[in-house]
């Protein structure tokens, strides 16, 4: 999804597979810690630079 640049697609997969691990595996079981991490840099590359662009240009400087 995310080579094909369909970015809204991936997002709400992610956020999906995110909601069923949390439901299953518990918030702190390290496949959720991935699907979490999967979903954020997913919401990142939507934000285009707003929220997440500003903690990320901080954290670089």
Do not use: C, K, V
Not at 1 to 9: A, V
């Amino acid at each position: 999804m995310h080579d094909l640049d369909r970015y809204q697609e991936a997002a709400d997969l992610h956020q999906q597979n995110l909601t069923d691990r949390e439901l299953i595996l518990g918030p702190d079981h390290p496949h959720t810690l991935t699907s979490r991490n999967n979903f954020a840099r997913t919401a990142a590359r939507l934000d285009r630079g707003g929220f997440w662009g500003g903690i990320r240009r901080r954290r670089h400087e």
